[in-house]
């Protein structure tokens, strides 16, 4: 999923949206699937991301908790 993820969306999503264009290297659940089968292999659920976004994004799920 990941491979296919990063052929199909390149970019990091959150710099595209700053029209930065960084390689994504990371592959992120949208919605944190918490060991939900049905989420985690949902392709819709997933976007393109680097890592200081995807770092970004985990930590600030972590705290919110």
Known sequence: MRVAQLAKEPWC???LATNAHVMASEVDHI????GDPQL?????????????HH???TAEEVWHV
């Open 31 to 34: 919605t944190p699937h918490h």
């Open 13 to 15: 999503v959150e710099c």
């Open 55 to 57: 770092s970004n994004k």
């Open 40 to 52: 985690f292999f949902d392709q819709g659920n997933l976007q393109s991301l680097c890592k200081p």
